[in-house]
T-cell receptor, first 113, second 114 residues
Framework: EAQVTQNPRYLITVTGKKLTVTCSQN?????MSWYRQDPGLGLRQIYY???????DKGDVPEGYKVSRKEKRNFPLILESPSPNQTSLYFC????????????FGPGTRLLVL | LAKTTQPISMDSYEGQEVNITCSHN???????ITWYQQFPSQGPRFIIQ???TKVTNEVASLFIPADRKSSTLSLPRVSLSDTAVYYC???????????????FGTGTRLQVTL
């Protein structure tokens, strides 16, 4: 089944404790992206990647890191989480040439205390 | 980067046609317009994409005027299961293979009732 998977689905952590949210897709898509979703603010892009070792900033990259060492994986790293990073996070992927037609993962709900 | 504006919410009765408009005044020449549907606690789901004029698929139609500064998602004969948030996305040139920052609007919450 074609899908985007994220882990963990739910995470509670404390300020400053490094964490990683994994994202993996099995559709051989070139484009991958991370979003955060907050009430009243819609979906905001954090980082995106068009290919292995190629990443770029979205609209809200501060406080986040990503890496793209393999085509299928695109982990989101919070080196020192803060309470304002409490949010619902979505990973998405899409094929080269149809970047706008994204497949989204199920989401990761993060709470930073 | 094209910024989009949508109504915050809309209400409709089951069986009616619903039209949701998205404004994107500074859309770039190569930008496409894509609409997504999102149910609570789920990731957004692709509905339809277009560049100009009209596009239709099995679930919706997308109308784009000549100046491309707005677009309208049309849902024919909505049902209760169409209650969701609908997002307009502008960007992502098709078939160029280039990377692109994608900016979603804040979404329109559609409530369908009997």
């Amino acid at each position: 089944e074609a899908q985007v998977t994220q882990n963990p689905r739910y995470l509670i952590t404390v300020t400053g404790k490094k964490l990683t949210v994994t994202c993996s897709q099995n559709m051989n898509h070139e484009y991958m992206s991370w979003y955060r979703q907050d009430p009243g603010l819609g979906l905001r892009q954090i980082y995106y990647s068009m290919n292995v070792e190629v990443t770029d900033k979205g609209d809200v990259p501060e406080g986040y890191k990503v890496s793209r060492k393999e085509k299928r994986n695109f982990p989101l790293i919070l080196e020192s989480p803060s309470p304002n990073q409490t949010s619902l996070y979505f990973c998405a992927s899409s094929p080269r040439g149809r970047v706008g037609t994204q497949y989204f993962g199920p989401g990761t709900r993060l709470l930073v205390l | 980067l094209a910024k989009t504006t949508q109504p915050i919410s809309m209400d409709s009765y089951e069986g009616q046609e619903v039209n949701i408009t998205c404004s994107h005044n500074n859309i770039a020449t190569n930008d496409y317009i894509t609409w997504y549907q999102q149910f609570p606690s789920q990731g957004p789901r692709f509905i339809i994409q277009g560049y100009k004029t009209k596009v239709t698929n099995e679930v919706a139609s997308l109308f784009i005027p000549a100046d491309r500064k707005s677009s309208t998602l049309s849902l024919p004969r909505v049902s209760l299961s169409d209650t969701a948030v609908y997002y307009c996305l502008v960007g992502a040139p098709v078939n160029t293979g280039t990377a692109s920052k994608l900016t979603f609007g804040t979404g329109t919450r559609l409530q369908v009732t009997l």
